[in-house]
């Protein structure tokens, strides 16, 4: 007998399919499965979506918000001071807390998968500890990637690089940088070309925070291109946040797309994250710092959407919900042609999963039994809803159930209940 079969579902390539479920594996999609399985759920009418990725996030901060204060500028720099000292303020054990708490937040909305950047800077390495307990913990039901981030900068900090090899000696799984943070944009470069030339020697991915600022004259972006050319990293370098990309002259532009294109780096801009923090200094035009999405895409290169903070000293909202990053991408970027806004929620969750190497991820017979039903008919309309997350599955075990947000009305003349969708 099979252990779960999920009825009538709609994919979001629209087929209308049965999901068998065998363990921790689907064991068939088809438009009719017959038998029996010991669970059922009708998902008739209901949006059946691989589960939500999250490819840019920082765990070791999050739930922190107002400790020690609150980020009264709301700039990045002010973010980044209260983080130097929250960071030697928090326990292991604190640490560890308020990330299970964000999973459970996750795991609730149907994010499954988290790439997390790591703070490397302290010399206690808490974060780092704190970070691989998570890991361990939450395991059977999220997969979680850790990036090694020398928040302070690979040289700016006194033990920048040595702390980064020994997180890495730990088993973090993915190697960071901050070029722009360095004290010249020399050392910036350099540290571009280190931190590569770290990864090609143990076979690691690259996640770099790169040019994230309003600087136009930022340009670590094409270091990293033709560093990952060099050491023949193509499909395992990515480029997270290249807000200054918003402010380069557009002749630049036509000469840096063709190199990430060429350089098999995908992008990961986060749409809530870079339009609160840039133009912080600006008057009006007041920029907003999102980098370009669509004209990447059209360029070939991979973009994700990341959720990056969630109550911590950059941001003080957030809900884990991968659908709001989404929503507010399409708008920032402008993408409300239907496509365009369908290719918004395939970026939290195929195109994400292609940035993090998630190769058992998808619905396809034989793949890992994680998914989300959705109260929508389809992609666009659940971005449009934010849709209550029906039933979460993760590796086969159904692990969080949502009723459906239906209002009861009392007005004359019309329906007893009311649901948004159209």
């Given at each position: 007998?099979?252990?779960?079969?999920?009825?009538?579902?709609?994919?979001?390539?629209?087929?209308?399919?049965?999901?068998?479920?065998?363990?921790?594996?689907?064991?068939?999609?088809?438009?009719?499965?017959?038998?029996?399985?010991?669970?059922?759920?009708?998902?008739?009418?209901?949006?059946?979506?691989?589960?939500?990725?999250?490819?840019?996030?920082?765990?070791?901060?999050?739930?922190?918000?107002?400790?020690?204060?609150?980020?009264?500028?709301?700039?990045?720099?002010?973010?980044?001071?209260?983080?130097?000292?929250?960071?030697?303020?928090?326990?292991?054990?604190?640490?560890?807390?308020?990330?299970?708490?964000?999973?459970?937040?996750?795991?609730?909305?149907?994010?499954?998968?988290?790439?997390?950047?790591?703070?490397?800077?302290?010399?206690?390495?808490?974060?780092?500890?704190?970070?691989?307990?998570?890991?361990?913990?939450?395991?059977?039901?999220?997969?979680?990637?850790?990036?090694?981030?020398?928040?302070?900068?690979?040289?700016?900090?006194?033990?920048?690089?040595?702390?980064?090899?020994?997180?890495?000696?730990?088993?973090?799984?993915?190697?960071?940088?901050?070029?722009?943070?360095?004290?010249?944009?020399?050392?910036?470069?350099?540290?571009?070309?280190?931190?590569?030339?770290?990864?090609?020697?143990?076979?690691?991915?690259?996640?770099?925070?790169?040019?994230?600022?309003?600087?136009?004259?930022?340009?670590?972006?094409?270091?990293?291109?033709?560093?990952?050319?060099?050491?023949?990293?193509?499909?395992?370098?990515?480029?997270s946040h290249l807000t200054s990309m918003h402010s380069m002259d557009n002749y630049y532009v036509s000469k840096?797309?063709?190199?990430?294109?060429?350089?098999?780096?995908?992008?990961?801009?986060?749409?809530?994250?870079?339009?609160?923090?840039?133009?912080?200094?600006?008057?009006?035009?007041?920029?907003?710092?999102?980098?370009?999405?669509?004209?990447?895409?059209?360029?070939?290169?991979?973009?994700?959407?990341?959720?990056?903070?969630?109550?911590?000293?950059?941001?003080?909202?957030?809900?884990?919900?991968?659908?709001?990053?989404?929503?507010?991408?399409?708008?920032?970027?402008?993408?409300?042609?239907?496509?365009?806004?369908?290719?918004?929620?395939?970026?939290?969750?195929?195109?994400?999963?292609?940035?993090?190497?998630?190769?058992?991820?998808?619905?396809?017979?034989?793949?890992?039994?994680?998914?989300?039903?959705?109260?929508?008919?389809?992609?666009?309309?659940?971005?449009?809803?934010?849709?209550?997350r029906l039933a979460v599955v993760s590796k086969g075990n159904v692990i969080a159930r949502t009723p459906r947000?239906?209002?009861?009305?009392?007005?004359?003349?019309?329906?007893?209940?009311?649901?948004?969708?159209?």
């Open positions: 007998m099979l252990d779960l079969i999920i009825r009538g579902g709609t994919l979001p390539d629209g087929r209308v399919c049965d999901i068998a479920i065998a363990g921790d594996r689907i064991a068939d999609i088809a438009p009719r499965i017959d038998g029996a399985a010991a669970q059922e759920i009708d998902a008739t009418g209901d949006l059946v979506s691989p589960p939500f990725v999250d490819p840019h996030f920082h765990m070791d901060a999050t739930l922190s918000y107002g400790t020690p204060r609150v980020n009264a500028s709301g700039t990045l720099l002010e973010g980044i001071d209260l983080w130097g000292e929250l960071r030697d303020l928090a326990t292991v054990d604190e640490m560890v807390e308020r990330a299970l708490r964000y999973c459970d937040w996750a795991a609730s909305m149907g994010l499954l998968a988290i790439r997390s950047h790591v703070d490397t800077t302290p010399g206690h390495l808490n974060t780092v500890r704190a970070m691989i307990e998570v890991r361990e913990k939450v395991r059977p039901y999220i997969d979680l990637q850790l990036v090694a981030f020398p928040q302070d900068g690979l040289y700016r900090a006194a033990n920048g690089r040595a702390n980064v090899i020994r997180a890495l000696d730990m088993g973090v799984d993915v190697v960071g940088g901050i070029p722009h943070f360095e004290r010249t944009m020399a050392d910036g470069a350099a540290s571009v070309r280190d931190l590569c030339e770290i990864a090609a020697e143990r076979g690691l991915p690259v996640d770099m925070h790169c040019d994230e600022t309003d600087d136009p004259h930022s340009r670590h972006i094409e270091t990293l291109a033709y560093e990952t050319t060099r050491l023949g990293l193509q499909g395992r370098v990515a480029g840096l797309l063709p190199l990430i294109a060429e350089a098999g780096i995908s992008a990961i801009p986060n749409p809530l994250i870079n339009i609160v923090l840039q133009g912080r200094h600006d008057t009006f035009p007041k920029r907003r710092g999102l980098t370009r999405v669509k004209e990447m895409q059209a360029m070939g290169i991979p973009v994700g959407w990341g959720q990056d903070c969630v109550l911590d000293p950059w941001y003080s909202l957030g809900t884990a919900d991968m659908l709001d990053v989404a929503f507010m991408g399409l708008h920032v970027a402008q993408m409300t042609h239907p496509q365009e806004m369908a290719r918004c929620f395939t970026m939290v969750t195929e195109t994400n999963a292609a940035i993090m190497g998630l190769t058992d991820y998808g619905l396809e017979k034989g793949k890992l039994a994680s998914l989300v039903i959705l109260d929508a008919a389809n992609p666009v309309e659940a971005l449009r809803l934010r849709a209550t947000a239906d209002a009861e009305m009392s007005l004359s003349g019309r329906p007893r209940t009311v649901a948004r969708r159209h």
